[in-house]
């Protein structure tokens, strides 16, 4: 650990973070020192917390939303989890029966922390409750026994997993809209189950409330405070025990979504699942004439802003930390597609160039919050793009959360659909979720007239080696994709730019590769700089799980003062795309500093 990577990274975090930290951290070891004290201490607080009536009026949206989410999320896996079988995150784990579930087991091979954190979502318990079934309730019972039998307080690393604020908060959204649709379904627990789940429900709710994630803040603080929202939803008379939720629920709102409508940490998916936590926060119908015209007016930008940077195949593009599966597609929350055209989400920094089945959409903007860009990617620049309605260019995924080679290489920007330079990063990442010094991305103006959709950008997350970066794409809608990348500075033989193609598509080489499906045959050609053969790659649309893909490799040539390269991707008639003007182009880009 040097002292000015060290630096780099802390300088920005806010005064609401830095306390929080000293905070948490003593609460940590206290639960550790006197686990005694600190459940007692627990115990009162939710003592002093009213129970909750899982058949309040509120909970019916909150539970069929839920229920939606975690049916569209599960499906695939209920009948095995039903049976012991536990899958998260592309691992699974067989514990015999819901029994037999270890909940401090160690997942080989898989991420284990992130692993125990979806168990302890409990969001499988559902569909389970939803059915109204005695068997299926007898499941959610048990793994509500065994969860707080096996995870005290002094237990090494329960304050991270099972317990963590974002666990819980998960946990208490999916037990109490379980238990609304039990009920519902005419299913009935016996009192003493009852007051089991109950009761759990009530120490998260006090444990959430003590332990708010004001250190992270963004998705995860939203995540607490909804929490805290549905559950006061289902209290007696209305009466809400917590006088910071107003207030600080609001401002939370204001902290993870932009002006535009885009989430502050640059994520679709993370989006994706701050638009259901507003949505949730709706549903509540708490202080509505306070949050509800503030919540509305979020929510509608949201699901624009969604639209924007979701594909025609109706989901999200896969920029920074983002994968299929953690939620429902995204076109179950989208209403119309967006007009073809130019969309600029100016604040969140991407651009969709809209041509109806051909859809290029680009990364010009930051890498995410500078209090916290857990969740950056160094894809500056970079680009995802459908041709025909089917993806084409892909970004390449997530593969991991825990430190090591898997996340550094998911995170490189050697590994996105952007011009780089290798063996050096635009961002200063270290362990999972840090980052030290940071590059940020710009649009420019000026190219319109150089294709009928058309976008160009640069970055300065090379400028400590001297060397600037920028990039246009044109889009000619049922004809092909130009992108021209130049270096500024002295990037030699380091200079190059990646193209990662699903491999759905099926690849042919020669002087000109072409990829095809039964949708299109796109053929690439290089007017400037050389052009690699196709190679076997990876991506992971979802999380961990690695897919083939074929990759292609430009080298730039060189002009005076830098390097170049141009490459053009044709489908259709292609006439217009081979007319366009490169060398042109690339001039404007290096008067635009």
């Known amino acids: 650990m040097s002292v000015g990577r060290l630096w780099r990274t802390v300088r920005h975090l806010n005064a609401d973070q830095w306390r929080t930290r000293l905070t948490r951290r003593g609460g940590h070891a206290l639960a550790r020192l006197a686990p005694d004290a600190w459940a007692g201490r627990l115990q009162r607080r939710a003592g002093r917390l009213a129970l909750p009536d899982p058949a309040a009026a509120a909970l019916a949206g909150i539970a069929d939303q839920v229920l939606a989410d975690q049916s569209a999320v599960h499906g695939d896996h209920l009948d095995a989890m039903a049976a012991g079988r536990f899958t998260f995150v592309g691992h699974t784990e067989d514990f015999g029966a819901p029994g037999g579930v270890e909940w401090r087991r160690e997942a080989a091979g898989a991420n284990t922390l992130l692993w125990r954190l979806n168990l302890g979502y409990m969001s499988y318990v559902v569909p389970w409750l939803a059915s109204g079934d005695d068997e299926d309730a007898a499941r959610a019972v048990t793994m509500v026994r065994s969860l707080e039998a096996q995870n005290p307080w002094h237990a090494a690393g329960v304050l991270r997993d099972i317990w963590n604020p974002y666990t819980a908060s998960h946990r208490l959204i999916n037990l109490l809209a379980g238990l609304h649709l039990h009920g519902r379904a005419g299913g009935v627990l016996a009192d003493d189950e009852n007051m089991l789940i109950h009761d759990h429900l009530r120490k998260c709710a006090a444990y959430i409330a003590g332990n708010l994630e004001k250190d992270l803040q963004f998705n995860h603080l939203l995540k607490n405070y909804t929490a805290l929202a549905v559950y006061a939803a289902a209290l007696p008379n209305g009466a809400v025990p917590w006088a910071f939720l107003e207030p600080e629920t609001m401002a939370s709102v204001r902290q993870n979504f932009l002006g535009d409508g885009g989430h502050a940490e640059r994520s679709p998916m993370y989006h994706l699942l701050g638009l259901r936590d507003l949505r949730l926060l709706r549903g509540s119908a708490l202080f509505p004439d306070r949050w509800g015209p503030m919540l509305d007016e979020a929510i509608a930008k949201a699901v624009s802003a969604l639209t924007l940077m979701s594909h025609p195949d109706g989901d999200i593009a896969l920029f920074n930390d983002s994968w299929f599966g953690e939620a429902p597609p995204a076109s179950t929350l ?32 930051p890498c995410g919050p500078d209090e916290n860009p857990a969740h950056a990617h160094a894809d500056f620049l970079s680009l995802e793009a459908s041709i025909r309605g089917q993806r084409f260019l892909v970004d390449p995924g997530t593969a991991a959360y825990a430190p090591g080679p898997l996340r550094d290489r998911c995170r490189s920007a050697a590994q996105h659909n952007g011009p780089h330079v290798a063996g050096a990063e635009p961002i200063e990442f270290w362990h999972s979720f840090r980052v030290g010094r940071r590059g940020r991305a710009r ?34 809608p049922d004809q092909g994709i130009v992108i021209v990348d130049c270096w500024r500075g002295h990037a030699g033989e380091c200079a190059a730019t990646r193209f990662l193609v699903p491999a759905a598509w099926r690849a042919g080489g020669g002087e000109e590769p072409t990829f095809k499906t039964d949708q299109a045959t796109v053929r690439v050609m290089a007017d400037a700089g050389t052009l690699g053969a196709i190679a076997a790659a990876q991506w992971w649309p979802r999380f961990g799980e690695a897919s083939p893909a074929h990759e292609m490799v430009v080298r730039p040539e060189t002009f005076d003062g830098g390097q170049w390269a141009a490459v053009r991707f044709f489908w259709g008639d292609g006439s217009d795309v081979a007319a366009a003007d490169v060398a042109a182009i690339r001039d404007r880009l290096i008067a635009c500093r």
């Open 334 to 365: 989208i209403n119309t597609p967006p007009p073809a055209g130019r969309h600029d989400l100016a604040e969140t920094g991407y651009v969709r160039l809209d041509g109806g089945a051909d859809v290029v959409i680009v990364d010009a903007g």
């Open 443 to 476: 649009t420019l103006p000026g190219f319109d007239d150089m294709s009928p959709l058309a976008v160009a950008g640069s970055h300065d997350g090379y400028s400590p080696l001297g060397i600037e970066v920028s990039r246009f794409v044109g889009l000619w």
